[in-house]
């Protein structure tokens, strides 16, 4: 075997083995399975808005949106100034589960919100919780 073997949740018990070959889709539609390396239960949405676009209903909405992953926590929506209009805005998701936050990645990045690609990925508990907002993603 030259590779570890990944396993794909498909319900609260189940579970399927993920080939090479699909990893390779998987990759191809915009989800590396390194992504999955550092997990955690809060998520970061970048490239969901662009600056300026932050409107009072966008956290509850992106709340509600979640839902269907699992117990939604808390959301913030963070403004970075000066930085590329795809870092503008950084949206956190804090799930009561991890593998709540999991299946909210795996759906939620590469999905187009009005004509944007968002990109999601795990985001340090420890710094999201010091509220250290303008930290690196985990890549």
């Known amino acids: 075997m030259s590779q570890a073997l990944l396993v794909e949740k498909t319900s609260k018990r189940g579970g ?3 080939h090479e070959k699909d990893i390779q889709r998987e990759i191809a539609k915009g989800l590396d ?37 699992g117990e939604v926590t808390k959301v913030v929506v963070y403004e970075v100034a000066d930085v590329d209009e795809e870092e503008a805005v ?3 998701i804090e799930f009561k589960r991890v593998e709540s936050a999991i299946k909210a990645l795996i759906d939620l990045n590469g999905r187009f919100f009005g004509g944007r690609v968002v990109r999601a990925s795990f985001y340090n508990m420890d710094r999201y919780r010091r509220e250290e907002y303008l930290d690196p993603v985990i890549q």
Not at 42 to 65: F, H, K, S
């Open 33 to 69: 399975p390194t992504m999955l390396k550092h997990q955690s239960k809060v998520i970061v949405l970048r490239n969901m808005v662009g600056p300026g676009e932050v409107d009072n209903d966008l956290e509850g909405e992106t709340a509600e949106e979640c839902l269907k992953y």
């Open 16 to 18: 399927k083995i993920i």
């Open 90 to 92: 950084r949206i956190f």
